[in-house]
Nanobody
């Protein structure tokens, strides 16, 4: 499956952004979807994930209560709503697809988007 992210940008702390990921090339419902992020000189880290049916969602502790993941299987899209952004959220955000099973480890994901930059200034 091919993934394309959009929606990144530069904002002030406390602001909101919504990231979008559009999938193509395979049956979207066959995949759990996730968002990861990577800051300069840091390892890629898990942000959020959602099962194919949206009945299971996982979040990193650092974003719980501020970020919300959702998906629309009719439109082959997954969305990450990010509220109350902090400078520590600054990173390149990647959308990823994992066959069938929701996961928090990047090794379970076999398709990745090119990433979208999110910059939060204080």
């Amino acid at each position: 499956v091919q993934l394309v992210e959009s929606g990144g940008g530069s904002v002030q702390a406390g602001a909101s952004l919504r990231l979008y990921c559009v999938a193509s090339g395979d049956t979207f419902e066959n995949y759990a979807m996730g968002w990861f992020r990577q800051a300069p000189e840091k390892e890629r880290e898990f942000v959020a994930a959602i099962s194919w049916s949206s009945d299971d969602m996982r979040y990193a502790d650092s974003v719980k209560g501020r970020f919300t993941i959702s998906r629309d299987n009719a439109k082959n899209t997954v969305t990450l709503q990010m509220n109350r952004l902090k400078p520590g959220d600054t990173a390149v955000y990647f959308c990823a697809a994992a066959p069938y099973t929701i996961a928090t480890l990047p090794g379970f994901y076999d398709s990745w988007g090119q990433g979208t930059q999110v910059t939060v200034s204080s």
